[in-house]
T-cell receptor, first 110, second 114 residues
Framework: TQLLEQSPQFLSIQEGENLTVYCNSSSVFSSLQWYRQEPGEGPVLLVTVVTGGEVKKLKRLTFQFGDARKDSSLHITAAQPGDTGLYLCAPIQGAQKLVFGQGTRLTINP | NAGVMQNPRHLVRRRGQEARLRCSPMKGHSHVYWYRQLPEEGLKFMVYLQKENIIDESGMPKERFSAEFPKEGPSILRIQQVVRGDSAAYFC????????????FGEGSRLTVL
């Protein structure tokens, strides 16, 4: 059984600070997706990482897929209040359903 | 192209009543997924359906919960004899194919059981 852990579970920082959140597992993934869910809404896909060691940038967000394809990180530079939300990772292992981690609940204070 | 439409957005039921949640996937999408989210928690997979078929219901409680995706019309998540513990946000997602690409989520249906 795949064990998926996201950390930290909660994070509250000031606007302008940098932060990193993590997604770790005991299993190897073929690829992994990151979603962001804003309060009162459904999750929205941010990125899909496919290759071990891959780094993808989306404006101030940098996503990295571990070399062994068992973990991933999301780094946000100069966080803004609009970054507030629940960040969910979802590994893809060929199963037909997408299983999400517990998420990191991020709050950026103005 | 309209997104995934869920209704009702908010539903209040008393214990013992039935709740029916509807999901219309994006146009051209034949794969539908239902997830449940408790307050301050992540999304828990419930069921994956294609038209007229349940593909994976490993996340569905064994009793009182059922789902369908008929040939015509929306997907329905049905909860019979609701209990307070069923209070949650229920999200539907759709995709044009099985999971290797993006899931498109609706805005959710929030069920409150009194």
């Amino acid at each position: 059984t795949q064990l998926l852990e996201q950390s930290p579970q909660f994070l509250s920082i000031q606007e302008g600070e940098n932060l990193t959140v993590y997604c770790n597992s005991s299993s190897v993934f073929s690829s992994l997706q990151w979603y962001r869910q804003e309060p009162g809404e459904g999750p929205v896909l941010l990125v899909t990482v496919v290759t071990g060691g891959e780094v993808k940038k989306l404006k101030r967000l940098t996503f990295q897929f571990g070399d062994a394809r068992k973990d991933s990180s999301l780094h946000i530079t100069a966080a803004q209040p609009g970054d507030t939300g629940l960040y969910l990772c979802a590994p893809i292992q060929g199963a037909q359903k997408l299983v999400f981690g517990q998420g990191t609940r991020l709050t950026i204070n103005p | 192209n309209a997104g995934v439409m869920q209704n009702p957005r908010h539903l209040v039921r008393r214990r013992g009543q039935e709740a029916r949640l509807r999901c219309s996937p994006m146009k051209g999408h034949s794969h539908v997924y239902w997830y449940r989210q408790l307050p301050e928690e992540g999304l828990k997979f419930m069921v994956y359906l294609q038209k007229e078929n349940i593909i994976d219901e490993s996340g569905m409680p064994k009793e009182r919960f059922s789902a369908e995706f008929p040939k015509e019309g929306p997907s329905i998540l049905r909860i019979q004899q609701v209990v307070r513990g069923d209070s949650a946000a229920y999200f539907c997602a759709s995709s044009p194919r099985s999971t290797t690409g993006e899931l498109f989520f609706g805005e959710g249906s929030r069920l409150t059981v009194l």
